[in-house]
C-alpha cells in the first residue's frame, strides 16, 4: 500500500512544472524513434528552490521525480547516478525550457557562471527533447491559423 503511495505522489513545483512540459513526449512518435535506444538522467537542480528535477530517458519514453535539493548528498551524481547537470535560477531554467533563450544565449549564461554544467553531450540531449516540443507546438500553430 506504501508502495502505491510513493508512485501516486504527486510532483509539484519545479519538477512539476518539467513534468508537465516533458510528459507530452510519451506520446510523441518522433520523439520515441530518435529516443528508442538512448538511456541518460539528467539533474536540473534551482538554486533558488527547494525542489530538483531528475528526467529520466529510456527506450523511448520520458519520466520526472522531483528530489530535495537541501542537501548537497542527496542531489550528488553517487546517489541519483544522473549523466548530466543544469544548476541555475529557475526563471533561466523556464526561458531555455520554454526555447526564449538560445543556444548562444546559453553559453552567455555559462560564461558569465549563472548556468552551472556536467555533462554536456548528455544536456544538447535535452535540449533536443526540448525543440521537439516546440516544434511540434509550432506545427499546430501553423495547422490553426
Do not use: C, H, Y
Amino acid at each position: 500500500m506504501s508502495e502505491e503511495k510513493t508512485k501516486m505522489k504527486r510532483i509539484r513545483g519545479f519538477p512539476g512544472v518539467v513534468k508537465a512540459q516533458l510528459d507530452p513526449l510519451n506520446q510523441n512518435d518522433v520523439f520515441k524513434a530518435k529516443f528508442k535506444d538512448k538511456k541518460f538522467k539528467i539533474l536540473l537542480n534551482t538554486t533558488d528552490g527547494k525542489l530538483a528535477a531528475v528526467v529520466s530517458v529510456e527506450k523511448g519514453a520520458v519520466d520526472v521525480d522531483m528530489v530535495d535539493n537541501s542537501l548537497k548528498e542527496s542531489i550528488e551524481k553517487k546517489t541519483l547516478g544522473w549523466n548530466g547537470k543544469i544548476e541555475t535560477r529557475t526563471p533561466l531554467f523556464l526561458e531555455i525550457a520554454l526555447g526564449k533563450l538560445s543556444m548562444g544565449g546559453i553559453v552567455k549564461n555559462v560564461l558569465s557562471r549563472k548556468v552551472k554544467l556536467k555533462g554536456i553531450r548528455n544536456l544538447l540531449k535535452l535540449l533536443k527533447l526540448f525543440s521537439i516540443i516546440s516544434s511540434k507546438e509550432e506545427k499546430k500553430e501553423q495547422k490553426g491559423n
